[in-house]
């Protein structure tokens, strides 16, 4: 089985003010550290505010914008989860499952942050977008739980 380049993972908030210690979180009286909720396994992946660039989608024209949104809509949808999340830089919330073009990956309204915040995305993903490489979809692709492997997206955003 094919793994997706997964994309669109981020942090749960740009920074921590302590390192995480749940044996330290609970306090005398029960009083529990709202970081004790936290999940050390995503800081790992960007801020989603770090990647906020105006210039670089004003040097690519508004349409295609609008193609890769287009694109993002349409992906197939995969991997499904039991949460819904939300977006990190507003109150927004957004989706439980993930679509894919059967080369990529990236979580249901992943679009939000480009519409609604401009944050960019890695260029290699621009270019399969633009030059319609991927989707090939409907014949050799069905839903279910499909192993993701987020490396570049990690890679490109630090
Ligand atoms: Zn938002």
Known sequence: MTTLKLIGYWREKEAFTKPYNPSTMIQKGGIVDPDYWRDPSTDIYPWPGHLIDNTWWN???????????????NGIPCNYYRGFSGCRLCEETLSSFERSDGVWCWPNKFEHYIRVHGIRIPEKFLEDILLGRNIDLKENFSCGSIPVDPSDWITWSH
């Open 59 to 73: 040097i690519h024209p508004n349409e295609t914008k609008e193609k890769v949104i287009a694109y993002l809509e």
